[in-house]
């Protein structure tokens, strides 16, 4: 059983269209722990221990928010800053977070043909996230493509919500089983272009 | 009514002499010698009751001491023992020892010369204290050497004052043919092996009773708040002390002295300043109105060449040991200069010491006489060699000054006035923050529980002038205005702005208005007491009605912003007209905008919160 954390950030949840559901469906999976950190610290009081203790409490370590100019909210770069200190997610005695999994689970505006090197984002989304990947290298984790909703903004006139947000519950719900193929995950662009190639066996 | 028409006399003289005196730079100390020589010798309108007056204005110094006392912190005295026992234990040392040995070389005894030795050892705390604040010299290093040798003569005047009666010569011994003096006083009570017993227990008295008996009964009348009882008790307190010490046969100088020191570190030290302060200053101008009408100026007309020669001579040696021992101590420059020529002169204790010393029979009166005169001599010279540094000697070693002037370090320290739910905050914040932090206080139990964990918080009611001024506010770089009643703390704020310009004012304030008015009043920052708290928890009161914390949060950031920027808006109106039909409109118009501001439906792009507004759902791709 992978202990999954999920840390959400969306500054206007009274406005997210996918992010809330898919956070929201995240709560119902057994196994997975929800942290709104929007919520926890509304005026950015980071408690670095808390944090940390969380981070070891767990196995896969997922941020969860929208793409916000290639990148994420501000808590969770100032999440980042704080808690994954020298000595404890990194350096000679850094060694914490080694052999854990961490993913972005991003929902972007435009469509899947625009983060391509020839789309009008001029690279992948798992290119643009480099710093994230970077980090988990550096703290010895292992970095997974990221889970990326396109067009995020006309899922809702597409009536296309409850099928991702139900793709986003078994992912995670076989990521907590340790049913997800973590070498394949490691080395695709993006989790969601061929979801079903991930998964180990058939539904328990 | 003779009384009455001496204390006019008296009177007369010091109102017109001191200020008179203080304004040519001489010092008030000049200025009452000045008034008593003119209206003694000169007019001769005072004279046979003079030495009557003068015992009971020897009071002043009993009184003096105790402040003396209360100013040396032990802490304090503590953490400068390098430079006291150092600087200040060889000048006194020293220059007791070259001038006993000049007296010997002109025939006097070697009682006489150490009596006298001790005597002009001894500066003008008050001359040498106030000129070097006045110039800003304090700071320097210069300076503060000097005020540590000034510190340790205060408390060497306490040994002074016990060896002086071992020094007295045959012809008027303490064997006890003088009845007056040692009359039924304890000490020749008790056998000789039991004196010194005697002496410790009085001592240990005065010590675990200001502990365990004094500082309780402060407390005590501190809680009835009434002010003129507390000038009472202390009064009662250093009377009390000097009848107990002359009971027992000891200097009443010395008891208030320990007395004082024991109250140094109680929170009710400012307190007892300030209401020891004036009696003291008033005896105390009257003692040396009485010395200066003593002066026998036939003496000064008889021998001028001899008298002026030796407080030329007595100026000359100390500055010269003072110069030497600064060198040791490694002072260069104008530093060793100001410190040398700055305590050149001999003090006001030595009137004090030698009035001592000529009813003991230590010294013969008509010595006592040409000293005296000599010391008024060395202390009027005073204000002229100070004149000579600055003008000529200073300008001189600007080279090597000019690096020396970095180490200049101001107090920087913070008042912080009304230590009640709002100003203990402040306090804590800034203490524990490594500032250095005088608090307050009119409530005993509050200052009494600060100090308890280490704060140095006093009791007084900090609207009183005297009081602020005692707790160094020229001096420190901010100013806290946290007391809770209105009008009392927009005066506060008003006295501080108008007499130390150079203090950053912080108030709290307790409404829009009030703010105005404490800006108007010169405060620099101003903060509304309630405005954060209230604003936090309507913030929760947000998030208990089912706001995202977050959205909360923001909502609370953006009514404090509008409502700040109401302040400014009706700032201007306020100052002009008050609270006019315009003041009422321009609050009306910004309450709507605060509606509009709060609003933050989907679609609503012109006004509200348009924080994280995602683009248009029709987003094409770039």
Known sequence: MARVLTLFAHPRQDRSEINWPMFEA?????????????????????????EQSSLLDHDVIIFQH?????????????????????????????????????FNAVSCGTARSAYTVKGGHIAELRTLLMPFERTADLCNMRYLAPYATFSAGSLRAE????????????????????RIDLDAAANALTLTDHPDSFFIGENA | MEILSHAFVYLVAAVVAVPLAQRLGLGSVLGYLIAGVVIGPILGIVGNETADLQHFAEFGVVMMLFLVGLELRPAMLWSMRGQLIGLGGLQVTLTTAVIAAGCMAFGLSWQS???????????????????????????????????????????????MLALLPLLAVETLSPSGDDPTAHGAMLLDLVPDWAQPLVII????????GGRYLIRPMFRFIAHSRLREVFTAAALLLVIGIALFMTAIGLSPALGTFLAGVVLSDSEYRHELENDIEPFKGLLLGLFFLTVGAGIDFGLLFDQPIILIGLAFGVMIIKAGILFAIASIFGLRGADRLLFAVGLAQAGEFAFVLFGMASGMGVLPVDLIGKMTLVVALTMILTPAAFILYERVLAPRMVKTNSREADTIETPGSVVIAGLGRFGQIVTRL?????????????DPEVVENLSRVGFRAYYGDATRPDLLHTTGIEDARLFVAAIDNRDKLTALVEHVAKHYPKVRILARAHDRHHVYELE??????VQRETFDSALNLGRDALIELGLHPFRAERKKQAFRAHDFETLEKLRERWNEHGVDKGYIDTMRSQNETLFELMRDERDEKTHGDRHWTPPPCANPDP
């Open chain 2, 201 to 208: 227990a009085a001592i240990a008295t005065i010590i675990i």
């Open chain 2, 520 to 525: 108007k009043a010169g405060a620099h920052c």
């Open chain 1, 66 to 102: 929208p793409l916000y100019w290639y990148s994420a909210p501000a808590i969770i770069k100032e999440w980042m800053d704080l808690v994954l200190e020298y000595d404890f997610a990194y350096g000679a005695e850094g060694t914490a977070l080694s052999g854990k999994v961490m």
């Open chain 2, 113 to 159: 010369g150490i009596a006298i030795g001790m005597v002009l050892a001894l500066s003008s705390t008050a001359i040498v204290l106030q000129s070097l604040n006045e110039k800003g010299w304090l700071g320097t290093v210069g300076g503060k050497s000097a005020f540590s040798v000034l510190l340790t003569q205060d408390v060497a005047v306490i040994p």
């Open chain 1, 26 to 50: 995240a709560q119902t999976v057994e196994g997975v722990t929800c942290v709104d950190l929007y919520a926890r610290y509304p005026s950015f009081e980071i408690n670095i221990a808390r």
């Open chain 1, 159 to 178: 009536n296309r919500v409850k099928e991702t947000v139900s793709q986003w519950h078994s992912f995670l719900t076989a990521l907590t089983q340790d």
């Open chain 2, 430 to 442: 800034l203490a524990t923050n490594g500032h250095d932090v005088v608090v307050l206080d009119h």
